[in-house]
C-alpha cells in the first residue's frame, strides 16, 4: 500500500501565500455580505417594521384595561370582517399595512455633516495661515498658499477625533518646496506639532514625487507588558514592541487570562547578522537598566551572560549566582578582570573556529554557545581607571566588537547621555544596533540612531520608551517589557513575580555580593 505524504512545514513564501489567500477569501466573503444587504435592504426594512408595528401593538394591549379589551378586540373583529367584504380590501390591507411597516422601519440614523464645522473649520483656517510663510514665494503666479486664501484647496484629506482635535490630515505643497532637506521638514513638523495640539505622538509621511504631506496620529504604546517568555528563535531578542504598521511580524502574548498579538522589534545575532551589537542612550531613569536586564532574562535560555555594572546600585543583583551567568562585577577590579577574559575568550573561539575549519570538521562545541556582555554605565570605569592611572576597560572591549560575530560573542552596552562623550571610538563604531530611550531631543536622537525619527517626540514619556533603529534600518518606536529590578521595594507584585520566574536556578551560592561592596568602598577615591 502506498503511503501517504507526510504534510510539509510551510516555508516563508508559502506562508505568505497562505496568508494572502485568507485575506483574499475574507474580502470576497466581506464583499458578498455586502452585496447581499444592499439586495435584501427592502426585506430588511419591512421586517424591522413590523416587529415595531407588533411592539407597539403589544405594548397598546397591555396598557388597556381588562375591562375594555372585549370592546377592543370586537372593534378589531369589525375592521377585519368590513376589509374583507370591500372588493380588493385584503390587498389594499397588506399594501397599507407594508408601506407603515417601511415607513417606521426605515433608517433613521443622521446622515453625517458633510464637512468641517464652524470650530473644525477655524482649526484648519488657522493651520493653513500658519503654513502660508513656508509654502508660499513671491514669484509665484498662482500661489496654493496665501493670506486668506482657500484651504479647501490645500488640505486633500482631513479628520478629527471625538474631541475635536486633528485626527489625520493630508496637506498640499507647492513643488519648489524643498521638502528633501531635513531642516526644511523639521521646521513644518514642528509647526504642525504646535498648531495640531501638542501631548499627541504625530507621524509625518513625506511623498516627495506627489507634493503631498500625511500627518497621522499615532496612538500610545502599550506599557503594560510584561516580561515573558517570547516566541522567537535562538539568536533574536525582543528589544520592545512597536506599531503595527512598522513592522510585519506579531508575537502572542499572555496577561493572565487575556491573549492579544503585539508587533515586536526583533534584534537577530549571530554569525549573519549585520549588527551584531547593541548601544542603548538615555537619560537617568529612561530604562536602559530595564532594557539590559531583559535581554539578559532572554539570552540565558541558550546562552552565557557576564555583566558589568558601573552604576553600582546593585540592578542587576537577582542574577548572582544564577544558571549561565558567569559575573556581575561592580568593581573597578573585577570589571578589568572580567573585561581580560572576555577578550582571551574571544580570541580562542576565533583560534579554535579557524583551525576546525582548516581541518574541515564543526567548530567545537564550547564555541557555539553564545556568549553576551552587558555593560551598564562603562564609562564610570573609565573615569575611575584614569584617576588611578590604570586600564581602561573600555579598552579591552575592541576584541569582542571587532570579531565577536565570528566568535559567537555579543556585546550590549548601555550609557547616559551626559557620559556619551567617554564612550571609546571601537564602542561607538561597531554597535550599529542603536537604541535611545527616554525624553530626547531631536538633536540628541538622531545623533545616536544616525537620522531623526518619523515621528515627534513626547516630552513625558514613560520608562522604557524610545526608538530604535537596527543597521540602516528605518526608525522604530520602541517600548521596553516591563523588567524591573524585583528586589525593588517600588515594583509591582505582578512584575516582580514574572521577573523571578523567568530566573534561571542558582548554581553557586552569593558570596561575592559583600566582597564586591568592600572593594567598590575601598577603590573609590
Not at 407588533?54 to 370582517?81: E, M, Y
Not at 531578542?237 to 492579544?260: A, C, I, K, N
Request: proline letters at 10%; one cysteine or more.
Amino acid at each position: 500500500m502506498a503511503r501517504r505524504p507526510l504534510p510539509r512545514i510551510l516555508s516563508k513564501d508559502s506562508a505568505q501565500i497562505a496568508r494572502m489567500q485568507i485575506a483574499r477569501s475574507r474580502e470576497l466573503a466581506r464583499t458578498a455580505a455586502d452585496s447581499a444587504t444592499d439586495v435584501l435592504q427592502p426585506l430588511i426594512t419591512v421586517s424591522r417594521g413590523l416587529r415595531l408595528l407588533a411592539s407597539a401593538g403589544l405594548r397598546k394591549w397591555t396598557g388597556t384595561p381588562k375591562d375594555k379589551r372585549g370592546p377592543l378586540l370586537f372593534l378589531a373583529a369589525s375592521v377585519v370582517l368590513v376589509v374583507a367584504l370591500v372588493p380588493y380590501g385584503p390587498l389594499l390591507a397588506v399594501i397599507a399595512l407594508m408601506a407603515a411597516a417601511a415607513w417606521h422601519g426605515r433608517d433613521r440614523t443622521p446622515p453625517a455633516p458633510e464637512g468641517p464645522d464652524d470650530a473644525q473649520a477655524e482649526r484648519l483656517r488657522s493651520l493653513y495661515e500658519a503654513l502660508v510663510p513656508y509654502f508660499s514665494a513671491a514669484e509665484d503666479p498662482a500661489p496654493l498658499y496665501a493670506h486668506g486664501g482657500e484651504w479647501e484647496k490645500a488640505f486633500a484629506e482631513h479628520e478629527f477625533n471625538d474631541a475635536g482635535r486633528v485626527g489625520h490630515l493630508v496637506i498640499r505643497y507647492p513643488a519648489y518646496f524643498p521638502d528633501g532637506e531635513p531642516e526644511s521638514r523639521a521646521r513644518i513638523e514642528q509647526l504642525l506639532t504646535a498648531k495640531a495640539g501638542r501631548g499627541r505622538e504625530y507621524h509625518f509621511t513625506w511623498d516627495e514625487e506627489d507634493n503631498r504631506l500625511t500627518v497621522s496620529v499615532l496612538p500610545p504604546l502599550p506599557t503594560d507588558i510584561a516580561a515573558q517568555r517570547f516566541v522567537t528563535a535562538p539568536g533574536e531578542t525582543v528589544l520592545g514592541f512597536t506599531d503595527p504598521s512598522e513592522v510585519q511580524r506579531t508575537l502572542p502574548l499572555g496577561y493572565g487570562v487575556e491573549q492579544r498579538d503585539v508587533p515586536p522589534v526583533v534584534w537577530r545575532t549571530g554569525l549573519r547578522s549585520t549588527e551584531p551589537h547593541l548601544l542603548a542612550m538615555g537619560h537617568p531613569g529612561s530604562g536602559t537598566s530595564t532594557l539590559l536586564r531583559s535581554i539578559a532574562l532572554q539570552v540565558l535560555q541558550y546562552g552565557d551572560v557576564l555583566i558589568v555594572d558601573g552604576g553600582g546600585t546593585g540592578e542587576y543583583a537577582c542574577l548572582l549566582g544564577r544558571d549561565g551567568v558567569l559575573a556581575v562585577e561592580c568593581a573597578p577590579a573585577g570589571a578589568l578582570a572580567s573585561l581580560e577574559w572576555a577578550a582571551q575568550e574571544t580570541e580562542r573561539r576565533l583560534i579554535a573556529i579557524n583551525r576546525a575549519r582548516q581541518a574541515g570538521e564543526a567548530p567545537p562545541e564550547d564555541t557555539r554557545r553564545p556568549l553576551w556582555l552587558l555593560l551598564d554605565r562603562p564609562t564610570v570605569f573609565t573615569h575611575l581607571a584614569a584617576a588611578d592611572a590604570r586600564k581602561d576597560p573600555q579598552t579591552l572591549l575592541q576584541m569582542p566588537l571587532r570579531h565577536g560575530r565570528a566568535a559567537n560573542v555579543t556585546v550590549a552596552v548601555a550609557e547616559q547621555f551626559d557620559s556619551a562623550e567617554a564612550l571609546s571610538r571601537p564602542v561607538q563604531q561597531h554597535t550599529r544596533a542603536r537604541v535611545v530611550l527616554g525624553p530626547a531631543a531631536p538633536e540628541q536622537v538622531a545623533a545616536v540612531l544616525g537620522m531623526p525619527p518619523h515621528t515627534t517626540p513626547l516630552a513625558q514619556v514613560p520608562p522604557g520608551r524610545g526608538y530604535a533603529r537596527l543597521g540602516s534600518g528605518t526608525v522604530h518606536r520602541l517600548q521596553v517589557p516591563s523588567t524591573p529590578d524585583p528586589y525593588d521595594d517600588a515594583t509591582s507584585e505582578a512584575h516582580r513575580q514574572a521577573v523571578l520566574d523567568l530566573l534561571p536556578p542558582r548554581t553557586a551560592p552569593v558570596e561575592a555580593a559583600p566582597l564586591a561592596a568592600e572593594a567598590i568602598a575601598a577603590e573609590s577615591p
